[in-house]
């Protein structure tokens, strides 16, 4: 095995025994002491539950009942007339990437003439996730390496021509790797057209709360549902908990009516049973406890927001800095455009190996950079880092 593109920087950085070393490669959320944090509101229903702790049975195929209700009432809003008619058919899974399998798993089986669409780039392990499932991969057009924003036309143009029922993953926010996010007006552009070529979105959301907020970051699965389409939605607790080996995320297909949403979840149970039978219990059970109790959900609601607010200043510094160091001779301005915890910087692979190897800063090859493993003592020196490869370039 060659290694994980991205997990494998993950090991390469434990393993650096240098003390100035940063991880800016795998998407995990450091607070600015550079430590992952362990949330006031985990704790609390943790707490709560170790007090009433009870057998632990095997939990449903679908998982637990509270858990899926909640990852409704976030992903689609508790008044949502889809959630009210019961259209919805969602099972806990292990994070975002057993809800992108079990997705992948069902629609090779149940359109076996599909393939899907992925932007380009997308996360480095979509394409590898999906192959796996059977389903051919390709990619539309996404990022503007000229302008560090978005081919909206061409992405548009490309959509367009797919055959029918093609499925098109779909980014809800925080694009990873790019941090490039579709905006509101072209959501509502690109709606339309998916409506029309019957194509079948898959949405992935595993960022919720870290671009401009939980419901503003639902916006594009809200607006696929009002629009009445029927689509899939991976999303995932794990950077919005800090929840990260918990693997609590979420599948939702949003269907016709709450017939087909019960068929949907039958096959989708029969699905689990194949691979891993049933999900597992504590991290479930403490975010079903976080969504399901008002004054939890309220402390953990700021505590996303303390989150995004921190990424936000860290992309500031780090532009301020880079915009000082260059005096305007170079744009970074992408760092303020592009939302959530990545940014692509356009670095390349030998300026990437460089900051790795001669600074100890660590990114994924592809130039992407989690801006959540900056905080105020490494800021600066990351800028110098990266202005240093950049000229030396
Ligand atoms: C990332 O993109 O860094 C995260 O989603 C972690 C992972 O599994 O790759």
Redesign the pocket.
């Known amino acids: 095995y060659a290694g ?1 593109p ?2 494998g920087l993950m090991d390469a950085y434990q393993a650096d025994p240098r003390p100035q070393k940063v991880s800016l ?4 959320y450091f607070d600015e002491a550079c430590r992952l944090p362990v949330l006031g509101a985990v704790r609390q229903a943790e707490e709560a539950l170790l007090r009433e702790i009870g057998p632990r049975p095997y939990l449903p195929m679908h998982g637990l009942a509270d858990f899926r209700a909640g990852v409704q009432r976030m992903v689609f809003g508790a008044d949502h007339e889809a959630v009210k008619a019961g259209r919805i058919a969602t099972l806990q899974t292990l994070g ?2 057993g809800a992108l399998r079990v997705g992948a798993d069902f629609l090779h089986r149940y359109f076996p003439a599909s393939a899907i669409w992925v932007s380009d780039p997308t ?3 979509h394409r590898v996730l999906f192959e796996a499932a059977g389903l051919q991969v390709h990619t539309y057009p996404y990022y503007d390496a000229a302008t560090g924003g978005l081919r909206f036309d061409a992405m548009l143009e490309c959509l367009q021509g797919l055959p029918r029922q093609s499925v098109v993953l779909l980014h809800a926010s925080c694009h ?2 790019t941090g490039v996010d579709l905006s509101a007006a072209q959501w509502d552009a690109l709606i339309p057209v998916l409506r029309e070529r019957e194509l079948i979105p898959f949405v992935d959301m ?1 960022y919720q709360g870290f671009g401009d907020g939980l419901d503003e970051d639902a916006f594009a699965v809200r607006a696929l549902a009002d629009a009445g389409l029927q689509f899939f939605v991976a999303n995932s607790f ?2 919005n908990f800090s929840f ?1 080996g918990e693997r609590c995320g979420g599948l939702s297909v949003v269907c016709r009516d709450r017939q087909d949403a019960d068929t949907v979840l039958g096959q989708l149970q029969a699905g689990v049973r194949r691979i891993y039978s049933t999900p597992p219990t504590h991290g479930a059970r403490v975010v079903a406890k976080v969504l399901g109790d008002a004054r939890l959900l309220a402390s953990w609601t700021q505590e996303t927001a303390g989150m995004r607010i921190r990424i936000r200043a860290m992309r500031e510094q780090l532009h301020a800095a880079l915009h000082e160091t260059f005096r305007g001779e170079r744009d970074f301005g992408y760092l303020l455009s592009q939302r959530g915890m ?1 940014s692509y910087t356009g670095l390349n692979e030998s300026q990437v190996d460089r900051l790795r190897e001669q600074h100890a800063v660590y990114l ?1 090859r592809s130039g ?1 950079l ?1 801006i959540s493993g900056l905080n105020n003592a490494n800021v600066e020196a990351v800028a110098a880092a990266m202005a240093e490869v950049i000229r030396s370039a």
């Open positions: 994980d991205i997990l490669s795998i998407g995990l975002g990437s996360w480095d392990n990873n790797p595993a794990s950077k990260y990545f994924v992407r989690c």
